[in-house]
């Protein structure tokens, strides 16, 4: 069975969450510690939502200077599979895994709904088990969501097919483009603001579609699709 | 401070702010950050500009000033 290592900084709260939807899709989630001085052999990674570090200096910020993210970059460059929500979208650009960054909600209010998003990009290790140009339903809870980087950095992630997911009936946040998530060039790292981990199942969430991301990544682990 | 190109809507607020309080004539605010280090002599303005860019803005979005000042 697939390893799925799920970060904990000081400050996350959605690693609950995100471990129960890799053991709903079938993988082992494996819990990571920031401090931690090894994956534990994990086969893929998830930096979960929350407040890592407060939030303090700016989202991710700090987070990225931990131990366990050393490693994590490392793996990443050499092609481990590493998805990022939310505040771990936040590392992860911060990190450098991912371009741009994410600012403060053109609204300045703190969102927090049921949001439709539109999946763009079906050939990331995360998201095989999606249909191009399908639609869902996920909750998204962030105030610093606004996903900006140089226009040219957008031109060349719309050129590449870098886009992952897009904001669909309204942008909650004015991110250009109305970009929810993006993919490294090797399509290995994904980040994405808003929580498909809370929607893996219609009983807790807005839908189950969620789910597809952590059944892609393990369909991607054990060689099928992609 | 956030780079001119990029959004943002927190100084835009203070100035929208500015007139319902009396105080005309302000065109436009842009809210940044504003960090004071003590350090000793053996830090220079190259290690300045290091912790400048590299942990205490964002250069994807943030330009940054460093100035030294004697305590």
Sequence with gaps: MSKVGVITFPGTLDDGDA???????????????????????VDAVIVPGGFSYGDYLRAGAIARFAPVMGLVIEAAQGGLPVLGICNGFQVLCEAGLLPGALARNAGLHFVCHDQRIRV????????????AGGEFVVPVKSIEGRFV????????????GRVVFRYAGGNPNGSMNDIAGICSA??????????????IDPLTGPSGDGIGLFTSVLDNLAGVGG | MPKPEILDPQGQ???????RLGFEGVSDVRQGKHFVLEVDDSVDDDTLAKIAEGFL?????????VRRADA
């Design chain 1, 186 to 199: 090797n399509r290995r790292v994904v980040g994405l603001m808003p929580h498909p981990e809370h929607a």
């Design chain 1, 120 to 131: 763009e990009n079906v050939q990331t290790a995360w998201t095989t088990r999606y249909w």
């Design chain 2, 57 to 65: 803005s964002n250069p994807v979005i943030e330009d940054f000033v």
């Design chain 2, 13 to 19: 607020a203070v100035a929208r702010a500015l007139p």
């Design chain 1, 19 to 41: 471990a129960r939807a890799v053991r709903h899709a079938g993988g082992e989630p494996v819990a990571l510690w920031h401090a931690d001085a090894d994956l534990h052999g």
């Design chain 1, 149 to 160: 980087a140089e226009k040219s950095t957008v031109d060349e992630l719309e050129r590449d």
